[in-house]
């Protein structure tokens, strides 16, 4: 160093020091304040940054955790099997998150450094699916439905049914002397009757999980009946025909879903349904005692006018419960009816008056069905199932009535099921009888239109 700069250095320092000191020592103070708050905004910044990482990786973990549950719970393999797409998460969302252990992570308090690729979110792609707690539609060939009315909308669902049925029964009066020679009459008696039935039904729902209907039908009754007269001796066939039209008894019916179902989970629905006596019953036609009658032989005639009701008071409760197992919903209905007693019957005799029949009770009725039904596509399904009833024997004054034996109802029942939109479908059922007791061939028809 030369000697000219040793000899400016001391100068130079002092004018330096001259300088600093000539500084206000308030401003300072604000200096330094004003750069101990802009530190302490880095530092809260840096462990704002640390948390929303913090929670970006629990974000994560929950959501991970969320599709495993709903795994467990069948509810992806159900939305699957519906065509709904579910929840969509970009696994590199979770990659992005830095690890806290990671090397060259930033510890914390420190600013986060700056993403170097595009950040991914973890949105879900597309609105998630509302879950749907309602059973499955299938076909119905049953007479309850497994899919209840929404809240607050109305069904209406016009109906027609055929039946035919025919029976043959042969009757033997006199005795035998040797196996295969009859001394006596026989009465050979065939029974073909056709009932046809139109009907209406309003069902409502009350709320999601119960609905109310009422029904009402139409019901026209045609009976032919062909037979010999017993104790005339007679080679000739007599027909005798009877017919009746006119409203049948009402029903009222009020269902519940109990549970929610699912994949491999099935759906139970109870209901109660009360039916009335409006339609004409047995006991209020007039009996034919002058052409099928022979003298004071009373327990031969047969109603001149064919009934439309039942003639009793009945309340039925029973359970209707599906199975969903991919691509099939298996269904079935058990339920038990309840004839009420009538007090005090006496029935019209053609030219005789009135006959006293006393307390008489029609026999009750546990039923029992069973069935499966597959979806086709989005419109069509169809169904096959069984319906089994087992009849009790009416009783007279507390006694089983002479005649009056038990019967099984058997019936296969193939159906399909065509939705032309929301609003509009048609519902064909062909039940054929496997009993001797059951009507030969039934087939219904139903439209149900929503409001």
Not at 189 to 198: C, M
Not at 264 to 277: E, L, M, N, Q, T
Not at 405 to 428: C, Q, V
Request: with cysteine; hydrophobic share 35%.
């Amino acid at each position: 160093m030369s000697a000219l700069a040793l000899a400016v250095l001391p100068l130079w320092i002092g004018a330096c020091l001259a300088q600093e000191s000539s500084v206000d020592p308030e401003l300072r103070d604000k200096i330094d304040a004003q750069g101990r708050r802009i530190d302490a905004m880095r530092t809260r910044m840096a462990e704002q940054l640390a948390e929303l990482e913090q929670m970006k990786r629990e974000l994560a973990a929950q959501e991970l955790q969320y599709n495993d549950l709903r795994k467990a719970v069948g509810l992806n393999a159900l939305e699957e099997a519906r065509g709904a797409a579910g929840e969509l998460a970009d696994p590199r969302a979770q990659a992005s998150a830095p690890a806290q252990d990671a090397p060259g992570a930033p510890p914390p308090g420190a600013p986060a450094a700056p993403a170097s690729g595009p950040v991914v979110a973890t949105q879900p792609v597309g609105r998630r699916p509302e879950t749907d707690e309602r059973p499955p539609e299938v076909a119905p060939i049953f007479d309850q439905p497994g899919v209840l009315t929404p809240r607050g909308k109305l069904i209406v669902e016009p109906s027609y049914q055929y039946g035919y049925s025919s029976s043959d029964r042969v009757a033997l009066v006199g005795y035998t002397v040797i196996p295969a020679v009859l001394i006596g009459l026989v009465d050979v008696r065939q029974v073909k009757q056709t009932t046809q039935t139109g009907a209406i039904a309003f069902r409502y729902g009350l709320t999601n999980r119960m609905e109310l209907e009422v029904r009402v039908p139409y019901v026209d009754v045609h009976t032919d009946t062909i037979s010999r007269e017993i104790f005339t001796g007679t080679a000739t066939d007599r027909l005798f025909t009877t017919s009746g039209k006119g409203i049948g008894d009402v029903e009222a019916t009020l269902r519940y879903q109990i549970n929610d179902g699912g994949p491999d989970k099935p759906y139970y629905i109870g209901w109660f349904r009360a039916k009335s006596r409006t339609g004409r019953d047995p006991f209020e036609v007039t009996t034919d005692c002058v052409t099928r009658c022979i003298e004071s032989f009373t327990g031969t005639g047969l109603p001149l006018r064919s009934p439309t009701g039942s003639g009793f008071y009945s309340a039925q409760l029973g359970v209707t419960w599906l199975y969903p197992s991919d691509p099939v919903v298996f269904f079935g209905n058990l339920s038990y009816l309840r004839n009420f007693e009538r007090k005090n019957v006496s029935r019209t005799i053609l030219g005789g008056g009135k006959q006293f029949l006393g307390d008489v009770k029609a026999g009750d009725i546990a039923d029992i069905s069973i069935g499966m039904g597959l979806s086709l596509n989005e419109k069509a399904s169809i169904s096959i199932g069984y319906d089994q009833a087992f009849v009790a024997r009416t009783t007279q004054d507390g006694h089983p009535l002479a005649g009056s034996a038990r019967a099984t109802l058997g019936s296969l029942l193939i159906g399909g099921s065509y939705r032309f939109n929301d609003k509009e479908t048609l519902n064909i059922t062909l039940g054929v009888g496997v009993t001797r007791d059951t009507p030969d061939t039934t087939i219904t028809v139903r439209l149900p239109l929503t409001l």
